[in-house]
Structures are given as C-alpha cells and as structure tokens.
C-alpha cells in the first residue's frame, strides 16, 4: 500500500434533533398538556490515535467522517436519543490543524495509542412544546429546530515516532541492517533509491526508521529522503550508517550531516551514532583506523556485517542499551 502522510478530511459533527408539538391525549380532552420532548444531541467528533501507519491511505477513499443527528422529540415528553459520536482514527504521532470552519487554526497532536480528543461538538437538541409550557403559556405551540453540528476540514500530517532513524547516503546497507536487526523484510537491492518509503522494524519494543538514502542537496528537495527527514526529526537518536566502500568515509559522513542540520537545526544536537557497514568487504585494520578516527571526535561507532551474524548481534545489544537511556 502506497504510504500515505498528508490528507485533508472533512469533519462534521451532528446536527441537533428538533424539538416537537405533541399532546397528551386524555378522553373527552383535547390538547390537554403540552408533552413534545426535545431533539437529541447531535454526536461529537473525536480524533483518535492508533497504532498503524497506514491508516491515513484509507481515507483517500472515504474522505469524510461525520457523527450521527440527534433524534427528534418525542411524544409523552421524552427526549430524542442522541446522535451516536464519530471517531476519525489517526496514526499516532499526528498533527490535526483546522484548515476551515469551526475551530479554524487550531492544531491538535495525538502523541500516545489511544488518545482521543474531542475536535468538533454536536448541535444541541431543539426544544418541544412541553418547554414552553407555563401558567400563562398552557398550550404553547412553539419549538426550536436543533442546532448544526460544527463543521470543519483538517489537515493530518504524519510524523512518525520512531525512536531511531537509520540514515546515510544511497546504497549504504540501511535496509539491509533494519532487516538483520528486526522482523522487517525491507526491500534491499545493489543500486541507489531502493528504499521509496519509510520501512519501519521493531527492537525490543523500540521502533527503528529506515528511510530513502540522502544524497547532497536533499535539504532542497533532492532524491527521495528529503521528504521524510521531518519523519526523523523527531527520533532519540540517529543511526549514520556508512559504508565501508566508501573512499573518504569522513566526507561521506559530513555530506549527510549538512543535509539535516540544513534541513532543521535542531538535528545539530541530536544524538547520533555511526554504523559502518559492510565489514567484510575490508580489512580488520582498516576498520580499527576509522572507528578510532570517529571514536576520537566522541561519536560512538561500530563497524557490522550482515553477513556475520556476530557483529549484528553484538550491535543490537549495543543498540538497544543506549535506546534505553534515551
Ligand atoms: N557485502 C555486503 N553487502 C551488503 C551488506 N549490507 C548491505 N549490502 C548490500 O548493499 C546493497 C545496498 O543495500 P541496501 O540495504 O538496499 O542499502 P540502503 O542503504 O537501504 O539503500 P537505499 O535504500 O537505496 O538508500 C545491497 O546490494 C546489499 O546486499 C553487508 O554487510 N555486506
Ligand atoms: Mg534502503
């Protein structure tokens, strides 16, 4: 399915029930009490947050979500029954802004599974007759219509919670390392721009992000990544992976890292850690030189292979102590 991370919606809460004229009806009496109830509720519209990313491609088909209207009154004074409340699921982790109508320019976010969050409110039930009555008023005629539901079109952007976000250039072995590390069967393949859309992989209970590779000028729109790098902004930690066939890997690390801070500045201090991959196309003293190198400076690095189950494990043990002191 197409991976869907932007709609807009249209929301409509429901309308009031209208209140009624009804009689009590007693032998031999006409009009003999005032007994129209009043109109129901129209249902409220609430946004709720679920855990599935895909969720939001569902709505391309049905781009509206709208609660039930109140009842009208009934006879014998009795209320209609209330509009049932509509729920407009949503990925976890999105951004719901009023575009038009009620509430316009509000923004909502929906953090954790489950949240739910009144967005738009029903319209109040109408009066009966049976309201109106009074000593001076003993056969009143009047009513109230109900009130219109709220109305509104939001916009849903998708940022993902991922707690680590796999980066690097094209063809780095990003894909590869989700795969190893997690259940995820991300597509892998020998040439730049494998990855189209965002994989996601479980560890642990941690949620790992691999994105489409970054390439030099992806902060302006270039490639695929840059598209998704909001997706990331908002990881714990970064996991650089570069490869290891790299001829100036330092550069190649330097490229990627001007791409984020340019895209938003707050990724300048976002941890990150370097992953050199693809170990068993070099040598055991070359690796020793570059992760001394990267050591140096203070950035935790490793060097892995997929093709050595080893390094794979000793680095999600890795992995998963330093997401836990995040
Ligand atoms: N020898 C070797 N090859 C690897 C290793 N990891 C990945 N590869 C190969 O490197 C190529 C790229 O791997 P991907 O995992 O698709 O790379 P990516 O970073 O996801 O690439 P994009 O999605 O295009 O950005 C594939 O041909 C992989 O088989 C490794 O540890 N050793
Ligand atoms: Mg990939």
Redesign the pocket.
Known sequence: MAFVDEITLKLKAGDGGDGVVRWLHEKGKEFSGAAGGNGGEGGDVYAVAVRDLSRLAAYRHSSSVSAERGADGQSKGKHGANGKDADAEIPVGSVVTVLEGARRGRVYELLKDGERLKILLGGRGGLGNKYFKGSRNTRPMQFTKGKEGEEARVKIELRMIADAG?I????????????ALTASR??????????LEPNLGELYGYILA?I??LIEGASEGKGL?HKFLRHIARTKLLVH?I?LEQTDILNARETVRRELVAHSAEMENKKEIVVL?????SSAKQIKEIVGEFRARGTPTYA?????HKSISAFSKELVKLLKTL
């Open positions: 796999l690097g250039l094209p063809n780095a072995g990003k894909s590869s390392l989700l795969n991300a597509k892998v393949g020998a040439y730049q721009f494998t990855t691999d489409p590779g990544g992976c490869s991959t693809k170990s068993d196309l892995i292979s997929v093709l050595e």
